[in-house]
T-cell receptor
């Protein structure tokens, strides 16, 4: 069975600070990896995804994530956060031939102006 | 982009009644839809996979007789919470997968409160 672990439950930052959210997964095969964001009162949106190729993927809104296969990790980063980045962030994984996603518990990010 | 809608966005019902939640893919055909449940400050838990024209596949621990899923067309799946109880109060989210993509597109969710 696949599982996803997000290390931080709640992160509080000031604007312009750098952000890194950890994500580790457990799965016995080739995976596709995702980061989703849920802004207050809104639905889940895809930030970025990794299927294959360059392990450093860039997403929307200045986010990027690095897939490190040996560490089973897919950490999310943003060099300089804005107040509008306040949201809930979810890491998700699925087998490469599967539709079903397994989500991490989520990390609440609060950016103070 | 692909848009998924849910109706209603919020519903309050009395214990013992049934509630139907609709999930629609507005600008694409979805052969597969998923239903999730999200508790406050927790992750999305997959409840079931809904395939057009066939029976839904439920995850372990999810009562199929309580959470009835119908995927009658390529753009509509419904989740009916039967004989609702206060413990069924939650945020229910659907997602849809297009015919040409593996990517899931999420609906805005439905907040169910059972009194």
């Amino acid at each position: 069975a696949q599982s996803v672990s997000q290390h931080n439950h709640h992160v509080i930052l000031s604007e312009a600070a750098s952000l890194e959210l950890g994500c580790n997964y457990s799965y016995g095969g080739t995976v596709n990896l995702f980061w989703y964001v849920q802004y207050p009162g809104q639905h889940l949106q895809l930030l970025l995804k990794y299927f294959s190729g360059d392990p450093l993927v860039k997403g929307i809104k200045g986010f990027e994530a690095e897939f490190i296969k040996s560490k089973f990790s897919f950490n999310l980063r943003k060099p300089s956060v804005q107040w509008s980045d306040t949201a809930e962030y979810f890491c998700a994984v699925r087998g490469s031939n599967d539709y079903k996603l397994s989500f991490g518990a989520g990390t609440t990010v609060t950016v103070r102006a | 982009g692909a848009v998924v809608s849910q109706h209603p966005s919020r519903v309050i019902c009395k214990s013992g009644t049934s509630v139907k939640i609709e999930c629609r893919s507005l600008d694409f055909q979805a052969t597969t839809m998923f239903w999730y449940r999200q508790f406050p400050k927790q992750s999305l838990m997959l409840m079931a996979t809904s395939n057009e024209g066939s029976k839904a596949t439920y995850e372990q621990g999810v009562e199929k007789d309580k959470f009835l899923i119908n995927h009658a067309s390529l753009t509509l799946s419904t989740l009916t919470v039967t004989s609702a109880h206060p413990e069924d109060s939650s945020f229910y989210i659907c997602s849809a997968v297009g015919q040409s993509s593996y990517e899931q597109y999420f609906g805005p969710g439905t907040r169910l409160t059972v009194t």
